[in-house]
């Protein structure tokens, strides 16, 4: 995560969801950075699902979110 002036944050939460269901948690880094491990679950079938990692926002940053496909074939 980057501020607005070029700065990296860092100690902030981001929320994973895959296709709307919570997929867990994650604190930035020093980096900015937050990791995720995904495993896609058993029985999961072909297609396409939406990824979408959140920032809700605080006292100093605004909320953010950004959105992916992941494709299964």
């Known amino acids: 995560m980057v501020g607005a002036s070029g700065n990296y944050v860092s100690g902030r939460t981001i ?29 999961t079938g072909p297609g396409t699902y939406t990824m979408t990692a959140s920032f809700a926002g605080d006292s100093l940053y605004n909320a953010s979110t950004v959105s992916k496909t992941l494709t299964i074939k």
């Open 15 to 43: 929320s994973l969801t895959v296709n709307g269901v919570s997929a867990g948690t994650a604190v930035t880094q020093s980096n900015g950075n937050a990791g995720f491990t995904y495993i896609i679950p058993s029985g």
